[in-house]
């Protein structure tokens, strides 16, 4: 095929999806995301946290901001908490303070509770979803490189790592769990 009919199939196919109301897939980028990442860093479920957690702060571990990859972009609100107790005080403790706060779990509580990632969701109706997770020390230096433990920069005695995050549409609005 010649160059010249290349470019007429090429005209036709781009005329023809954009009549067609086809188009090419719209992804959303981090430009101008700065309200809706400080309205998602102050969701109310995001405070909730049991007596004696203590929440690690800073870069890598908690904050708030847009991330931009290939797949388009979302935002991210993270509280990274060191606990004294157990998984399963941290699970039952959200399992009663988010449904008071208006976000139910979107699944079992009870599930791997013994597993080296476990990961919990709690959705609300009209806000963004929440999310539980636990992690190793052994993955903290894998993912971040962290040394010391993240418990030891804060000279506390935590047995339990976690997370509790938000993550939202660009613009804000809730993406499910």
């Known amino acids: ?3 010249l009919a290349l470019r007429a199939v090429l005209a036709a196919a781009l005329v023809g999806t954009g009549l067609s109301g086809c188009s090419l897939p719209h ?12 309205e998602l ?3 109310p479920a995001l ?12 870069d890598p571990w908690s904050g708030a901001g847009c991330v931009d990859d290939t797949a388009g972009a979302w935002l991210t609100a993270d ?9 399963k005080e941290v699970v039952e403790y959200y399992g009663r303070a988010a449904p008071a706060a208006g976000w139910q779990p979107a699944g079992s509580l009870d599930r791997g509770l013994g597993l080296g990632f476990v990961v919990f969701c709690f959705e609300s109706a009209d806000r963004p979803s929440v999310t539980l997770s636990f992690t190793s020390p052994e993955k903290l230096r894998e993912f971040y490189g962290t040394e010391p433990h ?6 506390v005695d935590a047995r339990t790592l976690y997370s509790w995050s938000a993550e939202a549409e660009t ?7």
Do not use: W
């Open 1 to 3: 095929m010649n160059m």
């Open 27 to 38: 992804f959303d980028t981090c430009e101008g995301t700065e309200a809706a990442v400080a």
């Open 41 to 43: 860093d102050q969701l």
């Open 47 to 58: 405070e909730l946290h049991p007596k004696g957690a203590v929440v690690v702060g800073g």
């Open 79 to 87: 509280r990274f908490y060191a606990y004294g107790g157990t998984r």
């Open 150 to 155: 993240p418990a030891e920069l804060l000279g």
């Open 171 to 177: 613009d804000g609005s809730r993406i499910d769990c």
